[in-house]
């Protein structure tokens, strides 16, 4: 059996023409790709191995991504520069490196370390000024208390408050009182992070958004809707600072 020796993190993005891959396509052309490249990733020991690959998140279809993470697992020692010329050489099309860390090999597995998630969402249906507010009004909540589908005929209900670490309106900065001068239009972008929780529902940007338009006693469009970022738990707490400092401010 191969030993693994190293373990490369690897933030990426997903653009056209990738969007139309669900998560099992995108392990699979990942996969092929990797082989084709000969980078010696470990395989797994299962009765059909795979290669060590693993996502922090999966991506879903039609969702671009600007800074996802994935875990790789090789047999050999490879710098910086050369497995990062493999990997473009390797990527499926629409996927792009963005940045490599060499992470200590007995280090948690990803899906354990994701701690949040950004996202950037541009709605139709109310100007930024009503969106900033219904937003203050969201953080200023002891509790949002949402219904949740967890199977055909399960609903679990949870507190989506302390799931929103951070809530920004563009063109308003973080959503905070003075903004009745902004200009009334229909179409407006927000920017969430969303805390990934172990122990509950994750933060998901379709709640926040049908919280907003109840808020507003409205009906949101999605238009588009963009995974920014993946957020690592030894990142959460300096993400919850910058949040409570611009609450404060």
Do not use: N
Request: hydrophobic residues 45%; glycine residues 6%; proline residues 8%.
């Amino acid at each position: 059996m191969v030993e693994p020796v190293q373990r490369w993190r690897i933030a990426f993005r997903r653009g056209s023409p990738a969007l139309d891959l669900g998560p099992p396509e995108i392990t699979r052309a990942w996969a092929a790709g990797l082989t084709a490249a000969r980078i010696p990733v470990v395989m797994s020991a299962a009765a059909t191995p795979r290669p060590r690959l693993t996502f922090a998140a999966p991506l879903p279809p039609g969702r671009a991504a600007e800074h996802d993470l994935a875990d790789l697992i090789l047999s050999e020692r490879w710098s910086l520069w050369r497995l990062r010329a493999a990997l473009e050489a390797a990527l499926p099309a629409g996927f792009e490196v963005v940045e490599l860390y060499d992470v200590w090999l007995g280090a948690p597995a990803i899906t354990a370390m994701l701690g949040a998630m950004s996202h950037r969402a541009t709605l139709a249906g109310a100007a930024p000024v009503e969106l900033a507010a219904a937003s203050r009004g969201l953080l200023a909540a002891d509790r949002l208390e949402r219904s949740r589908a967890t199977g055909t005929e399960r609903r679990i209900t949870y507190d989506l408050r302390p799931l929103i670490l951070q809530l920004e309106v563009d063109g308003c900065g973080r959503a905070r009182p003075g903004l009745d001068r902004e200009p009334a239009v229909a179409r407006a972008t927000i920017r969430m992070v969303l805390r990934t929780s172990s122990d509950g529902p994750p933060g998901r940007p379709d709640e926040v958004i049908l919280a907003l338009g109840e808020a507003i006693d409205r009906q949101l469009e999605l238009v588009e809707l963009v995974r920014e970022r993946a957020w690592t738990t030894d990142e959460v707490p300096t993400l919850v600072k910058l949040a409570t400092r611009g609450t404060e401010a």
